[in-house]
């Protein structure tokens, strides 16, 4: 199952209930990246082999883009609107149990 990297804009308290759930997560606060730019959040996201996940639609949408027109992998990349922890947790849950990792990568979901 896909390992998850946070943004920063994500609620720590996604993460939480993701782990009890048995996801692997990483948020931005746990690898000592508040404050990084997005294209060093989703370059380390990119070698620590995670989905990164965000609100950030702009962003990471023109991000992906680039990372296309190089040819540069990515694990994925969900863009997910703001909802409550438990409801992204839910729609998150039930996108990992449909898709493989190798669904995800290079590609942009949004939840």
């Known amino acids: 199952m896909a390992r998850l990297f ?3 804009d994500v609620s720590v308290q996604l993460a939480a209930i993701l782990r009890a759930r048995g996801i692997s997560v990483l948020t931005t606060r746990d690898a000592d990246r508040l404050g990084s730019s997005d294209e060093q959040q989703l370059a380390f996201a990119v070698v620590s082999n995670c989905t990164f996940v965000t ?3 702009a962003d990471f949408v023109a991000l992906a883009q680039q990372y296309f027109q190089h040819n540069k992998p990515h694990d994925g990349i969900i863009i997910a609107t703001r909802r409550r922890p438990s409801e992204l947790a839910t729609r998150i ?3 990992l149990h449909k898709l493989r990792d ?4 290079n590609q942009i ?3």
């Not at 190798?102 to 990568?105: G, V």
């Open 93 to 95: 849950l039930k996108l």
């Open 55 to 57: 609100h950030n639609r």
């Open 102 to 105: 190798t669904d995800l990568r």
């Open 6 to 8: 946070l943004d920063e």
């Open 109 to 111: 979901i949004y939840i």
